[in-house]
């Protein structure tokens, strides 16, 4: 009975560390997190840090935040074709 009882101890507890690592997310100081709750936006935007979502049902989409630069091919002269 004193077996048992540990065992299914023992698989709960492990199951609940499964659930919180599943829900555990951490999102870069350059980015910010919009978590879509069955595929609709919900709440306000998550800063950078730690945060937690529902596993499963949520999902945690990280946006870049960084500004990206492209090269701009020098032109030879200006004229109105390429302005």
């Known amino acids: 009975m004193l ?3 540990l065992v299914a101890g023992a698989a709960a507890g ?3 560390v499964v659930y919180v ?3 555990a997310r951490v999102v870069k100081q350059y980015e910010r997190g919009v978590v879509f709750r069955l595929g609709r ?3 306000e935007v998550r800063g950078p840090g730690f945060t937690t979502v529902v596993p ?3 999902k945690l989409r990280k946006v870049n935040m960084q500004i990206v630069t ?3 091919p020098a ?3 200006i004229t109105r074709d390429n302005v």
Do not use: I, K, N
Request: charged content about 15%; some cysteine.
């Open 14 to 16: 492990s199951a609940c």
């Open 21 to 23: 690592a599943a829900a």
């Open 56 to 58: 499963f049902v949520d």
């Open 41 to 43: 936006a919900v709440g």
């Open 3 to 5: 077996q048992e009882l």
């Open 75 to 77: 032109q030879e002269g």
């Open 70 to 72: 492209m090269p701009v």
